[in-house]
């Protein structure tokens, strides 16, 4: 997840630049983004499908 993360905020980036909006797009981009781990889904459709997961470490 951090690689992901490091897409949107490269190291040393000053969260003062970020608005409330502009953090909010970085989650939905995320969350919106379909995983390997997931056969393709996305962490949202895997949440509000109901269905339960397990993730291996």
Known sequence: MNGFI????PKKTSF???TK???QWIIDKLTNRPR????????N???FSGKRIALGS
């Not at 490091?6 to 905020?9: A, I, P, V, W």
């Not at 390997?36 to 962490?43: E, L, N, Q, Y």
Request: charged share 35%; net charge negative; hydrophobic share 40%.
């Open 6 to 9: 490091r897409q949107y905020l």
């Open 16 to 18: 003062d630049d970020f």
């Open 21 to 23: 909006a502009g953090v």
């Open 36 to 43: 390997k781990a997931f056969d393709g889904k996305t962490p």
């Open 45 to 47: 459709e895997i949440f």
